[in-house]
């Protein structure tokens, strides 16, 4: 029996099984490419996503921060702390006891709210001398 170099592996029967269909070989190539093109292509999509998830926390952060120093000092207080969390102060409102802010950070804003009335100095958050203060004023040597 002759056997051709063409032939595919012996069968269970003891025959020869047919080779593939011509032309299929070296298909995981084009495969492979493809499958790391389309991981490139999902990391590329998830960059901006990402940061525009880490710029929506600093925002409500640096929102949050804003609004306590201005509720406690003020204005420039919550401009400053806006600042030092790397967001632009956009809105800043006092209604009664309250402070609304609002900040932005890259193309994300945040509001934020805080109750609290504006520091005076020397005076604390109840209204009353701060005790350092108090020995000073009502004490006497005896």
Known sequence: MVRSMHAGPV?????????????DAGQVVPLAA?????????????VPAAEALADRARA???????????A???????RRLAVANGAELVSFRREADEVVVRVRVGAVEAEARARGRRAVPGVDFAGSLPSRHRGRQGSSVA
């Open 11 to 23: 069968s269970d029967a003891g025959r020869w099984a047919p080779r593939g269909v011509a032309g």
């Open 34 to 46: 493809a499958l790391m093109v389309l991981v490139v292509v999902a990391l590329v999509a998830l």
């Open 60 to 70: 409500s952060s640096a929102a949050d921060a804003a609004a306590l120093a201005g």
């Open 72 to 78: 406690a000092e003020g204005e420039d207080a919550a």
